[in-house]
């Protein structure tokens, strides 16, 4: 059974950081990408960052771009996103998801985590 289970999200105050963590289970984690994505209240679920599990590759929205870090532990099937100088603007629920890293979009994605919620006060 494919499972991705979120965790690291909380009450943070703008400018500050979290790290997220995604552990994965169920299928080979080298074949296939992991993905972040977010919902806020009201919005649709839009891309934050994904990696390609065999070989590194990353993309981030240009939302994000040098604000957040997206890594890989295959050792240990997790991966994290590290989020620095947070605003209130990345308040939303973020979910990892299993799939290809090619545009960041919500097709390429099959498995889904439950969320974890991250909220930024200003």
């Known amino acids: 059974e494919v499972q991705l289970v979120e965790s690291g999200g909380g009450l943070v105050q703008a400018g500050g950081s979290l790290r997220l963590s995604c552990a994965a289970s169920?299928?080979?984690?080298?074949?296939?990408?992991i993905g972040w994505f977010r919902q806020a209240p009201g919005k649709e679920r839009e891309g934050v960052s994904c990696?390609?599990?065999?070989?590194?590759?990353?993309r981030y929205a240009d939302s994000v771009k040098g604000r957040f870090t997206i890594s890989s532990d295959n050792a240990n099937n997790t991966v994290f996103l590290q989020m620095n100088n947070l605003k209130p603007e990345d308040t939303a629920v973020y979910y990892c998801?299993?799939?290809?890293?090619?545009?960041?979009?919500?097709?390429?994605?099959?498995?889904w985590g439950q969320g974890t919620q991250v909220t930024v006060s200003s």
């Open positions: 990696i390609s599990s065999s070989d590194g590759t990353t």
């Open positions: 169920g299928f080979t984690f080298d074949d296939y990408a």
């Open positions: 998801a299993a799939g290809v890293c090619f545009r960041l979009e919500r097709t390429e994605f099959g498995s």
